[in-house]
C-alpha cells in the first residue's frame, strides 16, 4: 500500500517528487540534492533506470542533437519556472538568475510571449547570452535591480517574477575580503516581492535546501530564511515552488524544437570532450572564459 499511494505522485505527473526510488526524500532519483542511488549520467555509456517511463523518444538524425540535449534537465527546468508563475502573453516578467537554468527560463517567458522580460546576474557573458533571446539584462553590480527595473518601466513593477538562483544567491556589495561574494541566500526572495504588482505571481525553480551545513547563520543551516511575508501578504501575491517535473514537459518541447519553433541549444558556450569535463566544470563554477553551458561529447 505505501508503495502504491507514493506512486500516485508520478501517475500524476509529479515526476519530480517521486518517493519510491529513493523513500524519504521526495525527488531524489538521480541525484537531486541529497544524490540519489544512481550516478550521474556522464559516461560513455550509462543504464537508465525505469527506461519504459524515463526514455524519451527522439526524431531520427542529428540536425537538433543540441538542443535536444537540453531536454534532459535545464530547459524542462526553466520553462517550469515560467509555468510556475503562471507566465502569459503580454506579461512583464523579472527572472532572477542568468545561468543555464535561468536563461532557459527567460528564453521559455519569450516563448510564452510576455512582453518584456528582465533578466538579472552580474556575469556579462551570461547577460549577453540574455540579450541574444531579446531580453533585458541587469546587472545587479550596477546597482539595486528592483530600482533598476522600476526606473525603467516608469516606477512600475512587473506581473511576474522567477528565482532561478536559489539559496546561493549573492548580492551588490556582499563580496567578501577575498574578493569573492558571500551566499545571501533571501535576497532574490525579497527583491521579488519588491518589484513585483499586487496579485502577482512569484515561479521558484530555484534551488532551496532543508538543510544547509555551511549556511550564513543558525536559520539559514536549517533551512529557514528570514523574508518579507507582511509585503508578501499585503500584496496578495502568490507563488509556486518545486523542482521540474520533467516529464511533463520534454515531449512537448521535443516537438517545439523538431518543429523550429525553440532553439534552447543558444545556450551552449562550449563542446569539450569527455576528457576535459574536469577542466570545463572548473571554469563553469567559476563563471570565467564564458563557459555558461557546457555540452559534454563522450
Known amino acids: 500500500m505505501w508503495r502504491a499511494a507514493s506512486a500516485k505522485n508520478c501517475q ?11 523513500p524519504g526524500f521526495a525527488g531524489g532519483a538521480y541525484g537531486y540534492v541529497a544524490m540519489g542511488p544512481w550516478r550521474g549520467g ?8 525505469h527506461a519504459d517511463f524515463n526514455c524519451l523518444p527522439l526524431p531520427a538524425g542529428d540536425v537538433f542533437e543540441s538542443d535536444f540535449a537540453m531536454l534532459a534537465d535545464i530547459f524542462p527546468t526553466g520553462y517550469h519556472g515560467a509555468e510556475l508563475a503562471q507566465v502569459s502573453p503580454g506579461e512583464s516578467v523579472a527572472v532572477f538568475g542568468c545561468g543555464p537554468v535561468g536563461l ?21 557573458e551570461r547577460l549577453d547570452k540574455a540579450s541574444e533571446i531579446g531580453a533585458i539584462a541587469i546587472n545587479f553590480d550596477d546597482g539595486d535591480p528592483v530600482a533598476q527595473i522600476r526606473e525603467m518601466r516608469g516606477g512600475d513593477g512587473v ?6 538562483v536559489g539559496y546561493q544567491a549573492a548580492a551588490q556589495g556582499s563580496s567578501a575580503a577575498g574578493g569573492e561574494q558571500e551566499e545571501v541566500p533571501n535576497v532574490v526572495l525579497n527583491q521579488m516581492i519588491d518589484v513585483i504588482n499586487p496579485t502577482g ?7 532551496y535546501v532543508p538543510s544547509d551545513p555551511g549556511g550564513v547563520d543558525e536559520g539559514a543551516k536549517r533551512g529557514s530564511l528570514s523574508i518579507n511575508f507582511g509585503r508578501l501578504f499585503e500584496k496578495g501575491l502568490r507563488l509556486g515552488t518545486g523542482q521540474c517535473n520533467v516529464k511533463r514537459y520534454n515531449a512537448y518541447l521535443r516537438d517545439l524544437i523538431a518543429a523550429g519553433k525553440a532553439t534552447p541549444s543558444f545556450v551552449v558556450s562550449h563542446e569539450v570532450s569527455l576528457d576535459d569535463a574536469v577542466d570545463a566544470y572548473d571554469k563553469f563554477d567559476k563563471r570565467i572564459d564564458g563557459y555558461t553551458k557546457v555540452i559534454l561529447n563522450p
Open 12 to 22: 500524476r505527473g509529479f515526476t519530480g517528487f517521486c518517493t519510491i526510488v529513493n
Open 42 to 49: 556522464q559516461a560513455e555509456y550509462l543504464q537508465v533506470p
Open 104 to 124: 532557459m527560463a527567460a528564453y521559455s517567458c519569450v516563448i510564452r510571449g510576455a512582453a518584456a522580460v528582465y533578466a538579472i546576474d552580474h556575469v556579462q
Open 159 to 164: 506581473d511576474k517574477t522567477i528565482d532561478a
Open 201 to 207: 505571481i512569484m515561479g521558484i525553480p530555484g534551488l
